[in-house]
């Protein structure tokens, strides 16, 4: 079991109420309550009516049956949604308490399908709606192949391909198997189960009701964490608001404990016009400044340099969000600041691991503190209900996540949403995906199964290309992302006592571009006349010439191989830059200044600390992705 799957947040079903809780007993009737039967990390929502309007029509085209739609997820309860892994998005639905089965979209067919799962194969079966059939078998094996003449009675499709719940031949549901020609094969199997039907009629208002105590509770423990932090720190304190969920619950704690505060919003510029909207009107609601960290159209400039940005390949963070803020911050707080921020937990592995109080290497003067880390989703969603607090309209329009839509962390079906509620957007995000996929020659399944998304083509991805029969070359396409790579190193010792290093770019190197910078490595002598740059250091000389040419010599290899890794990411800075100012925000003796579209390091006031080759987007993105060719 992998780390991720050991989280688990505290979410409980009272059985008698039959609603969610977030602790384990029940404010209504006072009854211990049991757990939800899901998976973790349980980060569980509740489903609003276009969530539960897709569930309800993935259910009847899967099963050609309206009522089973209207059985499987009745009115009058509150239903809940688990986000699991699946190749593309996918839910838990969990109704009375038990996971019914799991809504998934589907990148090939272009659909959402359900698959149902114990609790809902057992309904199916009691109820005898759907496709289902009673096998003369007591349990059901994974990967087992049923014949036909196994089957005692039920109602299948008439078409292969479909799900059919299957019980044992006393009744009970053991398992959910897709229909062939003669048999069904078992995709899904379990211990006999009988069904947990609830009569109970619920509403999201019952919920908050029976979780009043608790909700009471996490407020007061959320405040008293606000108040330690701004006691400890001692600076001014502000909300980071992106107009989600989870920073608005935040934005709700801070007023509540301390009063008036200011809310920082950083446009990106791929922000969905409701979320621009929406945080201006929450700022007017409650009077609050609002400062804004706008990166204007530096994704759209940028991804002309970069190309598409990829979960493995977030470039576009820093460009659009890391860098804007942080000039922003240093700005309107040039003594630093406290910003409290919605983070939680239970949104993914890396912040699992986070602390509640931390700093960012980018924005270094700045104390980042999450009042929310511990809560899941539910509590995030009652507390806002609890609160009467209006939320961004992109979440009952099928949204789960707010934030940059094109983001390459969404999946086909949120961009399928997102082309649905603003077509125009998505065309020219996806007209920018073809002409870079044109330019790479890549092919165009790149682009529509959004293979841009990784910089190295997962598994799951790969298995979905060799299914509709397109061939992946993945190193190919792991090469073409890059706008250069080295196509030659070799490292010699020319002489007794020193080492060197030589290597080629597959494109030619801007001179004097590179000599601007050049003396943040070291003393710098350019010709441009020989289309050449020699850089002296304390650790050696690095020679660069026009044609890609790059050397670098020193007294021992790793003294050279520093100094060539060192003169690839700047000559990626020099080359790349997309005039984002990072460089000139993280200086500490303002020996940098972009100066007629470059940057240029005064040689005087440099103190050699690199620490503006770390701050460049293109020196930590393109540069190492090149430099791990050295290693």
Known sequence: MSKWMKIRAQVYWCRKCNIPLLSPKCGLCGEEAGRIHAS????????????????RNSIANEFDDWKLAFTLIPSGRVILLNKIVYPDQADEVIVDGWTI????????????????????????????????????????????KIPRSAIIEGELPSQTGKYVAIASKQGLSVGVGVLHEDYIRVIKAWQPQKTHFKNATTTLTDAIRGNRGQLESIENRAGAFIEEVEKKYGKPLLVSFSGGKDSLATLLLALNTIGEAPIMFNDTGIELPETVEHVKEIADKYGLELLEASAGDKFWSSVKVFGPPARDYRWCCKVCKLIPIAKALKERFPNGSINLVGQRRFESLARARSPSIWRNKWIPNV????????????????????????????????????GCWLCPACELAEFKLIENIHPELWIKWERELYSWAKQKGLPNEWVKYGLWRWQKIPGDQIKIMNRIGVKIDVKSLEAKRMPTKLIEIRGHVPCKGKYSINGVLDSKIDISRVSGLAPIIGKAKTSEALGVVIIKSIDGEVVINTAGRIS????????????????LKLIVRACYCTLCSSCVNVCPVEAVEIKENKPIVNEAKCIHCLKCQEACPASSYIGRIVIDQVT
Not at 113 to 135: D, H, N, Q, S, T
Request: hydrophobic share 45%; charged share 25%.
């Open 367 to 402: 104390i980042a503190a999450s009042p929310i880390m511990n809560w899941s989703a539910l509590h995030v969603w009652m507390y806002l209900m609890w609160k009467r607090a209006k939320a961004n309209p992109l979440y009952f329009m099928g949204l789960d996540r707010i």
């Open 40 to 55: 973790p990390p349980l980060d569980v929502r509740p489903a609003f009516e276009a969530d539960i309007k897709r569930i």
């Open 552 to 567: 670098a010599i020193s007294n021992n290899r790793e003294s050279a191989e520093k100094l060539f890794r060192e003169a």
């Open 101 to 144: 089965g799991h809504c998934f979209y589907d990148p090939i067919r272009e659909t959402w399908r359900f698959k149902p799962v114990a609790e809902g194969c057992a309904r199916m079966i009691e109820l005898e709606v759907g496709y289902w059939c009673r096998i003369s078998y007591g349990r059901a094996r994974l990967h087992q």
